[in-house]
């Protein structure tokens, strides 16, 4: 099925929805937190762990409406040489229970249910899924636009390298 491209009206009626500073601060310091400090962002105490993946939010607990990132983390197998390979290694998807999609690694939109139609609606400029790979551990960064409180987040994830797939649940 082909997205249909969202309306100059609904993309006023989705600007109007979010506080445009809360939006505007979480990408920029998700901006500089993916660019600069990606590799040394400490693992909050509600980050979740299954077998050798962990996700955790960037900040830890957004407040309602607020972007995030989701960082993915991968324990890479011990003596591993293909290191150009990695980057494309997790797919996966995102899925709200509010009709929410984003692909992993995710595209230049992400989808949204608008009645009985699902609309295609372009990410911000400049925003961009980011990649640190470490000592043994790889990490991407993954902007996710604000939902409404209490709505979960189910984070599908699936490594080629590692033969692993896991469906992670997140709630704000």
């Known amino acids: 099925m082909t997205p249909l491209p969202p309306s100059d ?3 006023r009626d989705l600007d109007e929805m979010k506080p445009a500073r ?28 299954a077998g050798s993946f962990c996700v955790f939010a960037e900040p830890a607990d957004p407040i309602d409406e607020q972007p995030y990132w989701l960082i993915i983390q991968l324990e890479l197998p011990p003596g591993l040489t293909r ?15 509010d009709g929410f999609r984003m692909t992993i ?5 992400f989808f949204v ?14 925003v961009q899924d980011r990649y640190h790979l470490g000592d043994g551990q790889a990490r991407w960064a993954i902007w996710v636009p ?23 649940n997140v709630e704000f």
């Open 113 to 126: 249910p608008v009645g009985p139609a699902i609309i295609a609606v372009p990410k911000p400029p400049g």
């Open 83 to 97: 290191r150009t390979s990695i980057r494309n290694d997790v797919t996966g998807l995102i899925s709200g229970s």
């Open 9 to 11: 009206s609904l993309l």
């Open 105 to 109: 690694p995710s595209g230049p939109a």
């Open 146 to 168: 604000g939902a409404l409180k209490n709505v979960k987040d189910t984070i599908h994830v699936y490594s080629k390298l590692r033969d692993e797939k896991h469906s992670l």
């Open 22 to 49: 809360r939006v505007n601060d979480s990408i920029e310091r998700g901006r500089n937190v993916a660019e600069t400090q990606l590799a040394e962002l400490k693992m909050p105490d509600n980050a979740i762990h």
